[in-house]
């Protein structure tokens, strides 16, 4: 998702957390982590960093206070992200230039995202590029110690299959659904104005124009972060006024502008994710499984690195 493309905001919105000394900008430390530190500056980045689009969208002051009453909560995830970048170093996992790179190269591309259009968001969020670039290589190589030590011996036999299916019989009716993205226009007292303006888009992007662009520059929706992306939804999940429009659709089709109970929405089908046989849904089981098994074998190795670490909090 693009929260893991966004963060910062400027210490100075955040004075009272910081004391000056001689003309000079201190910050505080928060925790320590075996030989590491967590200053104040760190924790309020990481936060911007992995907030959702709706935390993203708020006002600043509500977010500063958002911020504020989680800190704690805040500060235990960061703890665990710097004790799995340790791990990770203990290992030998390292991360070069050029896969950091590659991966900058694969989020524009997934987001349509010019390399203007990039620079623009880490600098507006307050990220230098060499910081986005450190951030970037912690979180892959966080996902390389994972895979190398939780993920890698988690197994699902043919058998934990058989027993899940025997006793989740509604599963097929519960995984149905659709990965979609809209343009979104809230209600507002004229109604044909907005109306207006949704047809206007939505002719806009028929006409070539690119979905996700369009997305980040008119929707009115936390989601126009994101190019308009809203993953995978339910079918259960979806309203009568989704679910018709949907139904005419095929993988790729972008609807017309049609009314739900907030607004006006212009709908991109990504994808339609429908069981065509059994083997489909064992193999769709299969995937919930080893999910559901590596969060909690996830959770236990975390559990066990804090364990291990000297770990030290003065908030």
């Known amino acids: 998702m693009l929260k893991k493309l966004l963060g910062g905001i400027c210490i100075i919105l955040f004075g009272c957390a910081t004391f000056a000394h001689g003309g000079i900008l201190l910050d505080r430390v928060m925790a320590r982590v075996n030989k590491e530190v967590i200053t104040w500056s760190d924790l309020y980045k990481a936060m911007e960093f992995e907030a959702t689009d709706e935390i993203k969208a708020m006002k600043d002051d509500v977010r500063r206070r958002f911020f504020k009453e989680n800190e704690a909560a805040f500060l235990e995830t960061l703890i665990d992200m710097r004790l799995q970048v340790q791990e990770a170093v203990k290992s030998g996992i390292s991360v070069d230039g ?77 995984s149905d659904g659709f990965n979609i993205s809209h343009v979104f226009f809230r209600k507002a007292d004229d109604r044909q104005q907005v109306e207006a303006k949704a047809m206007d ?53 972008v609807s017309e502008p049609f009314w739900s109970g907030n607004g006006i929405h212009i709908l991109r089908l990504n994808e339609r994710k429908e069981f065509k046989n059994p083997q489909e849904l064992r193999e769709a089981v299969r995937q919930k499984m080893l999910d559901e098994k590596f ?19 003065k908030l």
Do not use: C
């Open 98 to 174: 050029e896969e950091v790179t590659k991966a900058i190269e694969g989020i524009k591309k997934k987001y349509s995202m010019t390399d203007e259009t990039f620079k623009n968001a880490i600098s507006k969020e307050g990220f230098t590029i060499n910081e986005y670039r450190k951030k970037l290589a912690e979180q892959i190589a966080i996902g390389r110690v994972v895979e190398q030590e939780v993920k890698s011996k988690i197994l699902i036999t043919e058998g934990d299959l058989d027993q899940y299916l025997s006793e989740n019989k509604e599963l097929p009716k519960e």
């Open 201 to 253: 888009i939505y002719k806009k992007i028929k006409a070539g124009g690119n979905f996700s662009e369009t997305a980040r520059q008119h929707s009115e929706d936390a989601s126009a972060q994101s190019g308009g992306d809203l993953g995978f939804i339910k079918k259960s999940d979806l309203s009568k006024e989704f679910l018709d429009a949907l139904s005419k659709m095929k993988d790729g089709d």
């Open 295 to 313: 969060m909690k074998e996830y959770r236990n190795w975390l559990k066990g690195l804090r364990e291990r670490a000297y770990v030290e909090i």
